[in-house]
């Protein structure tokens, strides 16, 4: 942590890094490619650091760990996520990787075509990078979370503050003595702390905010943003539906959502399954396959699975908890309900036909309760969805392909995925990011890169071929070219011309 930090130290870090990034030096190439290559190294060094560190903030199994946050692009690793179901790829090192393959790529001008009324000149896009950016993480992926928008910043060409998660404070202080050795400390910063440190930076003036976590503190990091006209990506949260029609392979579609929802993070992933959308008919059947897979991955005893994390602090237990105990769901647990509040661990529970006033279904579980609403045809789920906030990711799993492109058409959200579940995070080449309630804005591969860049529009021209006529005065021969130039018709151009020249 910055020794003191408050309001001062604030306001010293940004005019420390905006003098840096005025001074020109993160604009190369070879600047951005040493940052991204100090990273990629820093994950090979430090990986049991990281390891450890998630162990002591979320008691994440070792190979959820390895997968999620830190991934290698080896092929044992596909065999190793092939085993685990755990298949969230889309991780630093391969973050990593891919800007480094395609940085130049991404910071070369964009040609773009030119229009009659610019002739002769040539057009571009110019990728320039913002300034200075702040990040603000959240403590489920404490790592992942802080690390990959900072490949997409410093990618872009910024000075970044990031600013992680206090309640991962194992990976908030890991982060803020490890970077360093590794990047550009005049131009990347880690500040440490909680709500006095965010407001103090909140209140200087970013040229981009990324802030994952929370609606309600969205709006607070918004609303601070607006002071300044500071743009933002807000990354947050919502409820996922999952639907599932019984044409499934339940065998596999019950796979894909345990480890969807149990084997990120016990739940607390932005993009786990939050709640089942079923047919009557079909639910008994799903969830006695859905009891069976449970079983198969955790044992008989869950609370004592090592494969499975444990809720991140007491604050967090007691709101699972007071989801679970409120009295519109008694009777409704079909499976699990187990907890062990002293090790903060809490079984995987499955909740059938709960009331759709109910806490649970308000609220986003954000942990191991998996509540399954019954409907009697499983379209009606599509308005059940709709009439929620716009989720982050929604998954249906269905054989239908009618009732896969209604889905796609009808259901908006983030992201989805047709017959698995968070895949979409592990693609590069998909945007990553909400809609509505959800968030604004993405990142992820060249998506981060823009969403850290401002797109200049440059027109250039010679000095030939200046046409008098675009100037004043307007004479009405003047003004009949200029129509016909501007509507494309160049009949009446051409007699426009005729009629000028006889003149
Ligand atoms: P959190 O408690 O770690 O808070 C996120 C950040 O906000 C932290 O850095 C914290 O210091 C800061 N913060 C908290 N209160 C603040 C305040 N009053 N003023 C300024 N800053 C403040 O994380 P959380 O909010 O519990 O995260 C869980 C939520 O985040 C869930 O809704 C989840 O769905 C969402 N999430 C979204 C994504 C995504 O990529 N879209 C990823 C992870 C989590």
Redesign the pocket.
């Known amino acids: 942590m910055e020794g003191g930090f408050d309001g001062a130290g604030a306001a010293e870090v940004v005019a420390e890094l905006r003098e840096s990034f005025e001074s020109g030096r993160t604009r190369s190439f070879e600047w951005r490619v040493a940052q991204l290559k100090g990273i990629a190294r820093l994950i090979v060094e430090k990986e049991a650091e990281i390891t450890a560190a998630l162990d002591d903030d979320l008691a994440k199994p070792q190979i959820e760990s390895f997968i999620s946050e830190e991934h290698k692009q080896e092929p044992h690793c596909f065999f190793t996520l092939a085993l685990t179901n755990i298949y969230l790829i889309s991780m630093v090192r391969e973050s990593c990787r891919f800007a480094l393959k395609e940085l130049k790529r991404w910071m070369k001008p964009e040609k773009v075509a030119t229009s009659v009324t610019t002739f002769p000149s040539s057009a571009k896009v110019v990728s320039e990078p913002l300034g200075v950016v702040l990040i ?7 790592f992942l ?1 802080s690390i990959d928008p900072v490949i997409g910043a410093i990618a872009a060409g910024n000075a970044v503050v990031l ?6 404070p194992a990976t908030s202080s890991f982060l803020a003595r490890i970077l360093p050795d590794y990047v550009d400390n005049s131009c990347i910063r880690v500040v440490e ?3 006095p ?3 103090a930076l ?1 209140d200087q003036k970013f040229d981009k905010i990324l ?7 969205g709006r ?2 918004m609303t ?1 943003a607006a002071k300044h006209l500071t743009p933002v990506v ?5 409820k996922c539906p999952v639907l599932v029609d019984s044409n499934v392979d339940i065998k596999v579609a019950t796979r894909r959502i345990v480890a969807g929802k149990w084997g990120c993070n016990s739940g ?4 786990a399954p939050d709640y089942i959308i079923t047919t009557k008919s079909f639910a008994p059947k799903l969830v006695d396959a859905l009891k069976i897979t449970l079983e198969k991955f955790y044992g008989k005893d869950p609370l004592e699975s090592a494969d499975l994390s444990r809720i ?1 602090n007491s604050n ?1 237990f007691k709101r699972l908890m007071n989801l679970l105990d409120d009295e519109k769901v008694s009777g409704t647990i079909v499976h699990g309900g187990q907890r062990n509040e002293k090790r903060l661990r809490i079984a995987p529970t499955i909740l059938l036909d709960v009331p759709s006033d109910s806490l649970i279904m308000k609220e ?1 579980v ?1 942990g191991p309760l998996l509540p399954i609403v019954t409907v009697d045809e499983l379209r009606e789920g599509f308005g059940l969805i709709n009439s929620k906030g716009k989720p ?1 990711a929604a998954y249906l799993f269905t054989k239908d392909r009618k009732l896969e492109e209604k889905f796609v058409k009808t259901v908006s959200t ?1 992201g989805m995925v047709i017959n698995d579940t968070i895949l979409q995070v592990t693609n590069p080449r998909l945007p ?3 809609v509505g309630e ?2 604004m804005g993405s990142y992820h591969g060249k998506f981060s890169f823009d969403a850290f860049s401002h797109k200049k529009a440059v027109l250039s021209r010679g000095f030939g071929g200046d046409v008098p006529m675009r100037y004043p005065p307007y004479t009405a021969h003047k003004q009949k070219i200029l129509r016909g130039l501007i509507t494309g018709n160049i009949i009446a151009v051409f007699l426009a011309l005729i009629g000028w020249t006889r003149h």
């Open positions: 603000i993480s959240a403590w489920n992926y404490p979370l600013k992680p998660s206090e309640v991962a702390g909680s709500i440190e965010t407001t909140l802030y994952t976590g929370n609606a309600r503190v607070i990091v601070a807000l990354e947050l949260g919502g607390q992933a932005c993009i991140v967090h986003e954000f982050l983030g990553f990011g909400g959800s968030g």
